[in-house]
């Protein structure tokens, strides 16, 4: 077993969030409303078996962003974080929830926009648009944002409990048994379950108690062996879904990845990017393909899983071209990111 350099293990990171994006967008490609009359047949299923497949990313999500806070963290740097949390997730998930709710009250009331859109417009009303900036009632996609907004918030309740010996190791055992058999049941406004505080948890407790680990990379053979795992996981998940695959997936890839071998590519900073973006784009593009390909189980498939490879060639480079031409704008809505 090799440590890496600190450097080499944020470019791991990068590169793990970026295939996080990808599987994101490979699990909202699904088009069970485009073609919901197919329900029941094999490609349903194939659809249904390939998203489930791609449930670890939220996981991984909290554990990267929960290390990264708490990398080499002390207390006089808490305001500080949280002040950049303030550009990078805060002001981002406003003002995304603005745009697509400004969309959902525009452009159906525009004709030709309507005939496209199908849907009723958003109410112009003061809880109407309360409830869309803060509770992302016409992004949905951005639940993810506002529990990562919480749990950052909670940052100084994770330093307390697992900076210290033992009492860290058992509150992440207490947050496992959370996970399973949940205490209560969070508001649904806050979107909130166990499992984001135990996986928030592990990246606080890996940076915390044992940082060096995050720096080891296996020999050659094992992260042979990892990565080849993963597909075999998948396909167990079908058949038993746990929480234990996400935690086999996330320790395939952590240990899998030789972060001494990831270099820096532009294409891993686009991830917000992508994320923030994609649904309006995916909305095109499924309205494109199900107009132009044959309604049936094999076009259903090969509409699915094309969609994200479509948007991935769509809004790289556009998020590219977007930070050179305009970086004062992508960096505010995008978060500097």
């Known amino acids: 077993m090799n440590l890496v350099s600190e450097q080499a293990l944020y470019r791991k990171i990068n590169l793990l969030r970026f295939v996080a994006i990808v599987c994101v967008l490979v699990a909202h490609s699904e ?22 497949s791609c449930e670890w990313v939220v996981s991984s999500f909290f554990m990267l962003s929960a290390m990264l806070f708490f990398r080499r963290f002390q207390w006089s740097q808490l305001l500080g974080k949280w002040k950049r949390r303030v550009q990078t997730l805060l002001v981002p ?17 525009i004709p030709f926009f309507a005939n496209l859109i199908n849907t ?8 109407g648009i309360l409830s869309a900036v803060f509770l992302h009632e016409y992004a949905g996609f951005l639940w993810f944002i506002k529990v990562l907004i919480l749990l950052t918030l909670l940052a100084p309740v994770f330093y307390l409990l697992f900076s210290k010996k033992y009492i860290a190791e058992i509150a992440l055992a207490v947050l496992l048994r959370f996970t ?3 205490p209560f049941v969070f508001p649904a406004e806050l979107s909130m379950h166990w499992r984001f505080f135990f996986f928030y948890a592990v990246g606080a407790y890996v940076s915390l108690r044992v940082p060096d680990a995050a720096r080891v990379t296996a020999p050659k053979p094992l ?17 038993f879904v746990s929480e234990w695959y996400s935690v086999a997936v996330i320790a395939s890839l952590w240990f899998g990845i030789d972060a001494e071998r990831v270099r820096d590519r532009a294409t891993y900073e686009t991830s917000f990017f992508v994320y923030l973006t994609h649904f309006l784009v995916f909305s095109v593009i499924k309205k494109i393909q199900y107009a132009l390909v044959p309604h049936t189980e094999a076009w259903m498939l090969i509409s699915y899983f094309s969609v994200a490879w479509i948007a991935l060639l769509i809004l790289i480079p556009l998020a590219l071209l977007v930070r050179k031409r305009l970086p004062k704008v992508y960096s505010v809505l995008f978060g500097g990111r």
């Open 93 to 109: 998930y406003l003002l995304w929830n603005t745009i697509y709710f400004c969309m959902f009250a525009l452009l159906p009331r």
């Open 180 to 182: 399973f058999l949940p």
């Open 120 to 127: 009723p417009p958003a109410p112009l009303t003061f809880s």
């Open 31 to 52: 088009n069970y409303e485009q073609f919901g009359f197919l329900s029941g047949t094999l490609a349903f299923q194939v659809e249904h078996d390939v998203l489930a």
């Open 223 to 239: 992260r042979i062996a990892l990565l080849c795992a993963i597909p075999l996981y998948a396909y167990a998940h079908t058949i």
